[in-house]
């Protein structure tokens, strides 16, 4: 595979609606990870990072706006769902889509939901419990609630991890067009 400088991928990939976060830059990306692995692996190591923390102070900094690395194995407590549906709304660009946001969840007796409110409508979803594993059918119904004008989310295949970016169809070919076969970006809901 031909190596691809690291400012290259940055710049096609913000063209393509996945720019580096607002006072992120390259140095952040190489606090993390090598310059070599990523120019030896072009745009697949990047957007796997895209959607992850700058991995230095000042914390709490995502290294894109439109992306983000879902641990699936997320549900500890009281307040996970909510975590949940907030960095989706982030990362359509919309962080206040859903207002009135509230969960229950209780590993002990197997009791979860979410409840939150959505262009006017109150949802509430029932999950169900598994360890500390999100309820993927809940998952899809706030990704469901969030997709609009043309963008949706889409994922790449990383087991636990699941990386998430919100983006339009036309974007995601062109992403994926620069991808090696086997590991395009898929949309998650059909």
């Avoid at 996945?18 to 006072?23: F, K, R, V």
């Avoid at 230095?56 to 407590?77: I, K, L, S, Y």
């Avoid at 598994?130 to 949706?152: C, F, P, S």
């Avoid at 620069?178 to 059909?190: D, M, Q, R």
């Amino acid at each position: 595979m031909e190596l691809v400088e690291l400012e290259t991928q940055i710049s096609r990939l913000a063209e393509l609606g996945l720019p580096l976060a607002p006072d992120r830059n390259i140095d952040d990306l190489l606090y993390s990870l090598p310059r070599d692995l990523f120019e030896r692996r072009p745009y697949e190591l990047l957007l796997s990072i895209l959607g992850a923390e700058v991995e230095r102070e000042p914390w709490g900094r995502w290294f894109c706006d439109r992306a983000w690395n879902f641990d699936t194995e997320c549900v500890h407590g009281p307040g996970a769902y909510v975590r949940i549906a907030r960095e989706l709304c982030r990362i359509t660009g919309r962080p206040d889509a859903f207002t009135d946001v509230e969960d229950h969840v209780d590993l002990a007796t197997g009791g979860a939901w979410i409840a939150y409110t959505v262009n006017g409508r109150r949802r509430r979803w029932t999950a169900e419990v598994h360890d500390d594993w999100a309820d993927g059918l809940v998952v899809t119904y706030l990704l469901d609630d969030l997709e609009q004008d043309g963008h949706r989310f889409w994922t790449r295949d990383n087991g636990q991890i699941v990386n998430l970016y919100f983006l339009d169809t036309c974007a995601a070919e062109g992403i994926n067009s620069l991808l090696p076969n086997g590991s395009p970006l898929a949309p998650v809901l059909s």
